[in-house]
């Protein structure tokens, strides 16, 4: 499996970084995890292969807060009049119904078209546990944020938790896999954390550190561990020094620019 990281940021996209959205082509199907502007992307050239002979689509929302979503509005432009099946949590993990919440995002007068009329959408609610996809078995896992987010693990190849608190139950869900991607927001040691304003304090606790997001991946025994979903608020070289910090706890974690393409095969 290659992973491309369409876009690494949390919150805000940057002049480098979109909002969080991956992609894997897995034979004819296609893969996207979350919809941020990093949805954007799959236009870019060196992302065509992505989409080539891609037979099915399934884009899967870990929540559904508007960084994670914003994307949903640029799919008749990115995938105009492709079927897509947008994979979200389902009323059991939420207590909301997935479909009448993209609904509720993809009408009048917050979209040019109401979701009645995007036929070749779908929404497929996703259950704890094992969901069957396109011959893939993608485990969901409920993670404690602001709103329920989840995690999701495609077979024994990549695990993605984003907008979660660290938490050790992640390390057994991640166990053994060969790509880990994990936010990290911020790093203990990072010289401007005192000075975040009170009102960002609380946010950032519904996010992870990056040390202990390292010793995660480190109690996981993951292939690999590459930290995303970064604080827009940091500079590129404050993500360098989180990574530096990372690194010092779990030799392989990794930081990466938004367009690489990385491979699951866990140790070279």
Not at 47 to 61: C, E, K, P, S, Y
């Given at each position: 499996m290659h992973v491309t990281l369409l876009g690494t940021m949390g919150w805000m996209p940057s002049d480098h970084r979109?909002?969080?959205?991956f992609a894997c082509r897995l034979g004819e199907s296609l893969f996207v995890f979350d919809a941020g502007t990093g949805l954007r992307r799959l236009l870019a050239e060196e992302?065509?292969?992505?989409?080539?002979?891609?037979?099915?689509?399934?884009?899967?929302?870990s929540?559904?807060?508007?960084?994670?979503?914003c994307g949903l509005a640029?799919?008749?432009?990115?995938?105009?009049?492709?079927?897509?099946?947008?994979?979200?949590?389902g009323a059991g993990i939420t207590g909301l119904n997935p479909e009448t919440v993209v609904a509720g995002l993809l009408r009048k007068p917050y979209n040019p078209t109401n979701w009645e009329d995007l036929a070749h959408l779908r929404v497929e609610p996703l259950v704890t546990g094992v969901n069957h996809v396109a011959g893939h078995d993608v485990r969901v896992r409920p993670q404690k944020h602001s709103d329920t987010s989840v995690a999701f693990r495609v077979d024994d190849d990549l695990v993605i938790?984003?907008?979660?608190?660290?938490?050790?139950?992640?390390?057994?869900?991640?166990?053994g896999a060969s790509l880990l991607?994990?936010?990290a927001w911020y790093w203990a040691a990072d010289p401007h954390l005192p000075a975040l304003p009170a009102g960002l304090r609380t946010g950032t606790v519904a996010?992870?550190?990056?040390?202990a997001v390292a010793g995660l991946a480190a109690t996981a025994d993951v292939g690999r561990l590459v930290l995303v979903h970064l604080n827009p608020l940091s500079r590129e070289s404050?993500?360098?020094?989180?990574?530096?910090?990372?690194?010092?706890?779990?030799?392989?974690?990794e930081l990466h620019a938004d367009g690489t393409t990385l491979a699951t095969n866990p140790r070279v």
């Open positions: 979109e909002t969080t959205c992302q065509q292969d992505l989409l080539t002979g891609a037979r099915d689509i399934h884009l899967f929302l929540h559904f807060h508007l960084d994670h979503t640029y799919l008749s432009g990115v995938l105009p009049g492709q079927p897509v099946t947008i994979h979200a949590p938790a984003t907008d979660t608190a660290a938490d050790p139950a992640t390390a057994e869900f991640a166990a991607l994990h936010e996010h992870s550190e990056a040390g404050s993500f360098a020094a989180m990574h530096a910090a990372a690194a010092q706890v779990f030799p392989r974690s």
